[in-house]
């Protein structure tokens, strides 16, 4: 029989989930984890929230429960899946102090995508050390679980690259421990979802979500102020599909029984695409049927999170045995990098005698006493 590959994913509880994350990370998590094919570790990740919130604790807690109901009204299933929270496993320190060890302060600088971060943040030379050392962190979050694929957006592969430094520098120091890791991109993109302004990813601090659990009439009033194609004043001037926000989100989301359903002029999306560069079709008309597509995707999404919002107490419980499940695991993965660092001192009776013969084999002493002088 095939053994199952392992997965690490999770997300960070500052806000609520968005379509950005739907289509970027919520999705495939769902598909993979309804074949069968593997285990699936979905974390919220609020240890490393704090790491640029730790002055506002508060907004990680109440937003804890947030991302959990989003994960649930998604299709993400306690019962195929573990869903913990990234605190409850202290083994994740641990494994975190001993990479930290692995990696030099200049290397961890020079890593990309936390200097865009930080560059977004403006946290210059006040940068909080935490957050620094994100990729080491996440290494631990990641090698806990013996995971050998990381779903996530491409700005994220400087970050593993950077982990499997550290993996390769550890098992070339104690032997083959820890298990080398992949990033997964979805399939359908190859980049975030834009923000509904056209201009920047989709992003909570930006202002320019789609939130998995907006209402209908919120959901409507943010498509039809969505950002397309400037030079497309008047419906019969062709217009431009490259850079039209309203095009990237059908080319994502909509298919061909969304047409049938709702916009039977058209079989798919290439003859409405072909419509609007050639002139003749409003900008009015495809914000509309968008809105459509949302609705058929995000209603069904929405009611599942309005139930789990009536059971809160199940939330919990089931974040709680997840956490429970999770540290099993990185329990048994921790015991294993401690033996090969030679730290398990009490328990591992080579050790013990690695460096001095049994006792059993010393020259027996006979009439030794301690004397004390006067």
């Known amino acids: 029989m095939n053994q199952k590959i392992t997965i690490v994913t999770g997300d960070r509880p500052t806000g609520q989930l968005h379509l950005g994350h739907y289509a970027g990370s919520l999705r495939k998590r769902v598909e993979m984890q309804n074949s069968g094919k593997y285990n699936m570790y979905i974390f919220i990740s609020d240890l490393q929230a704090l790491t640029d919130n730790a002055r506002n604790p508060e907004k990680i807690r109440r937003n804890l ?13 306690p019962e195929k899946s573990v869903i913990y929270v990234q605190s409850q496993i202290p083994e994740l320190d641990s494994l975190s102090f001993y990479y930290m060890n692995l990696v030099s302060l200049a290397r ?17 030379d006040n ?3 935490g957050f620094l050392t994100y990729p080491i962190s996440q290494t631990a979050d990641i090698t806990a679980f013996d995971a050998i694929y990381v779903p996530g957006g491409e700005d994220q592969e400087p970050i593993l690259e950077q982990g499997r430094e550290i993996v390769n520098t550890f098992n070339s120091i104690y032997g083959d421990v820890l298990k080398e890791y992949y990033l997964i991109t979805p399939d359908d993109i190859g980049k975030r979802l834009p923000g509904t302004d056209g201009k920047n990813k989709m992003s909570k601090s930006l202002e320019n979500c789609i939130y998995l659990a907006d209402e209908p009439d919120v959901i409507k009033k943010k498509v039809m102020s969505m950002f397309t194609d400037p030079e497309h004043i008047r419906v019969e001037d062709p217009g431009h599909i490259e850079g039209n926000t309203v095009f990237t989100y059908l080319d994502v989301f909509s298919t061909e029984e969304h047409f049938k359903k709702y916009c039977t002029e058209y079989k798919n999306l290439d003859e409405m695409k ?30 599942r999170r309005h139930y789990y919002e009536q059971h809160i107490d199940y939330v919990y419980d089931m974040l709680e045995d997840g956490s429970k499940k999770a540290r099993l695991k990185a329990a048994e993965v921790l015991k294993r990098v401690r033996t090969s660092m030679g730290l398990e001192y009490f328990s591992d009776d080579e050790l013990k005698h690695s460096v001095y013969c049994n006792v059993e084999d010393l020259p027996k002493i006979k009439n030794y006493e301690i004397r004390v002088e006067e």
Not at 69 to 77: E, R, T
Request: aromatic share 6%; net charge positive.
């Open 127 to 129: 940068v909080p050390v």
């Open 274 to 303: 072909s419509h609007y560069m050639r002139g003749g079709l409003g900008d009015v008309k495809i914000k509309r049927f968008l809105n459509d597509v949302l609705q058929d995707i995000l209603g069904p999404i929405r009611e």
């Open 108 to 124: 961890l600088k020079r890593n990309p995508t936390v200097k865009s971060e930080m560059k977004q943040k403006g946290f210059g």
């Open 65 to 77: 429960i947030e991302v959990a109901l989003d994960y649930l009204a998604v299709g993400l299933d």
